[in-house]
């Protein structure tokens, strides 16, 4: 089992920046691919970034050069450093898990979308212009 609690979210204004964390509680050993998606009211959900247990990082193109994922593998957390940020950017931000014995790798279609994998409740986040 896995839990996953984000935090973080908030309203800043064009430009800004925030940081998005997220706690994972785990009670299974394996490695573990986490990810980040979001989603608007109304639109698709969308796959943004997704880093693997060795620390290589895969980002969507929305993402790329404005957000910057990481983990801290001894504390079971993931981070989302969201800089530049757009009023489109406006969503629910969700943090995602797969063992990666299941998702057979890790990338962000797989962390994100996995019915095996886990989810947490989401942080909001509205960026004004």
């Known amino acids: 089992q896995e839990q996953l609690v984000e935090s973080g979210g908030g309203s800043v204004q064009s430009g800004g920046s925030l940081r998005l964390s997220c706690a994972a509680s785990r009670d299974s050993d394996g490695t573990w691919c986490m990810g980040w998606f979001r989603q608007a009211p109304g639109a698709e959900r969308e796959g943004l970034a997704a880093?693997?247990?060795?620390?290589?990082?895969m980002y969507s193109t929305s993402a790329k050069g404005r957000f910057t994922i990481s983990r801290d593998n001894a504390k079971n957390e993931l981070y989302l450093q969201m800089n530049s940020l757009r009023p489109e950017d406006t969503a629910m931000y969700y943090c995602?898990?797969?063992?990666?014995?299941?998702?057979?790798?890790?990338?962000?279609?797989?962390?994100?979308?996995?019915?095996?994998?886990?989810r947490g409740q989401g942080t909001q986040v509205t960026v004004s212009s």
């Open positions: 880093i693997d247990s060795d620390g290589t990082t």
């Open positions: 995602a898990a797969v063992r990666k014995e299941v998702a057979v790798g890790c990338s962000i279609v797989k962390v994100t979308t996995n019915p095996f994998g886990y």
